[in-house]
Each structure stands twice: as C-alpha cells, then as structure tokens.
C-alpha cells in the first residue's frame, strides 16, 4: 500500500472556494486516482496552525486539506473506487522539514510518495533522500499557485530555497538547530499575522527580505 503526504501552504478563508488550493488538490486527487483507484492508499494531510485569518488561529492546514480532499473523493462517480482509501493528518508541523521527518516516522518499509508546490520541489526532494536514507520517497510537484510569490524574481527565490535547505540541513543534523527553525517559523507566522498577510500577500516577500540579510 501506498502512503501519499501532501504537504499544506497556508490556510484559506474558505478553502472549499479557494482557487489556489481546488487546483492543488484537484491534481494530487487525480494523480493518486490514477495510481490507487480501487486498491488500498493511505493519505496523509500535513500541516500545523498556519492560520493568519482570525485569531486564535486554530485552524491547520491538515484538517482544512482534509476537507476538501474527502469531498473530491466522495463524488458520487468516484465514491466506489475510492472507498478503500484511508486518511490520516500531521497537524504539529511548520515546514517542510517537519513534514518529511513526520513521514518518515510514519513509514516502514511502504512507498511513499510527496507532494509539493513546485518552487520548493528540488529543496524537498533533497531533505527527503537525506531523511528517507536507504528508503525512498517520490517527490511531484504541483504548480499551483497564481499568486504574486509564485512569479517573485527567479533569483530571489533561488536565494530563499539555497537560505532554507542550508537551515534544515542543520536542523537534520542537531536537535536543537531543529528547535530553532521551529521558533523560525514561529516568528514567520507572528509576522505575517501582524502585518496582515490575509490581505496583503507581498508580506512574504518582505519576511524574506529581512530574513536573508542575517
């Protein structure tokens, strides 16, 4: 049996209305209908409390993907080869790197298979042959999203994904340095909910900016 992760980015107003994550989700669903219709597939939603709507932000990218995907899977034409399909959530994790290490922990000896928004897809392929060692995981990635961080500089975000795998290639390699790039993302989120990501998506090009001077 397979074991699909689906890695989440951000949390929607409403996300069985939002363009950005129908398209995501409408292709991972296709894809694993194409793979594991009518057999036995366990997919797995990651994704914690990126919630920057409303406080007090307890909504994950995990149950909010959930959703969604089970409604995709519950159509009437589909609902008889999807039914052996079971469903789990990572609902802790801040980044990538804590999505593989999640899915690592969760396998044995099953395939797995990760998905991904698509800038980030050379990075996560890289932490996953690092974290996966002998077992192997197939990274696809989705090219999802239309908005304006998505068509940034190419090399500014060459420099992001470079700035982010050299921390969690750290952070593999110490547990504390793992700690710390949890209280990164504690703060990424701190920021983008005091300077209204919600509404104002070149937030994230700000954080960045500020981020890859130190």
């Given at each position: 049996m397979t074991e699909y992760f689906i890695f989440g980015y951000g949390v929607p107003k409403d996300i069985m209305i939002d363009e950005q994550y129908?398209?995501?989700?409408?292709?991972?669903?296709?894809?694993?209908?194409?793979?594991?219709?009518?057999n036995q597939?366990?997919?797995?939603?990651?994704?914690?409390?990126?919630?920057?709507?409303?406080?007090?932000?307890?909504?994950?990218?995990?149950?909010?993907?959930?959703?969604?995907?089970?409604?995709?899977?519950?159509?009437?034409?589909?609902?008889?080869?999807?039914?052996?399909?079971?469903?789990?959530?990572?609902?802790?994790?801040?980044?990538?790197?804590?999505?593989?290490?999640?899915?690592?922990?969760?396998?044995?000896?099953?395939?797995?298979?990760?998905?991904?928004?698509?800038?980030?897809?050379?990075?996560?392929r890289t932490l996953a042959r690092r974290a996966f060692g002998k077992k192997k995981a197939t990274v696809i990635p989705v090219d999802f999203d239309m908005s304006p961080n998505r068509?940034?500089?190419?090399?500014?975000?060459?420099?992001?994904?470079?700035h982010d795998l050299r921390c969690e290639l750290a952070a593999l390699a110490d547990k504390k340095k793992l700690a710390d790039w949890r209280a990164h993302h504690k703060r990424k989120l701190a920021f983008f909910r005091t300077h209204g990501y919600a509404r104002d998506p070149n937030v994230v090009r700000q954080w960045w900016e500020e981020e890859m001077k130190k």
């Open positions: 129908r398209r995501y989700l409408s292709f991972v669903f296709n894809a694993i209908y194409a793979a594991s219709a009518n597939a366990m997919i797995v939603f990651c994704g914690g409390k990126t919630d920057c709507i409303k406080a007090p932000y307890a909504r994950t990218e995990a149950e909010e993907m959930k959703k969604l995907f089970t409604l995709l899977a519950e159509r009437p034409f589909v609902r008889e080869q999807t039914s052996a399909w079971r469903y789990g959530t990572v609902k802790t994790t801040l980044s990538s790197l804590e999505n593989i290490l999640a899915a690592v922990e969760r396998l044995r000896k099953r395939p797995a298979v990760i998905f991904c928004e698509m800038t980030r897809a050379e990075r996560v068509y940034l500089e190419v090399d500014f975000l060459a420099r992001r994904e470079r």
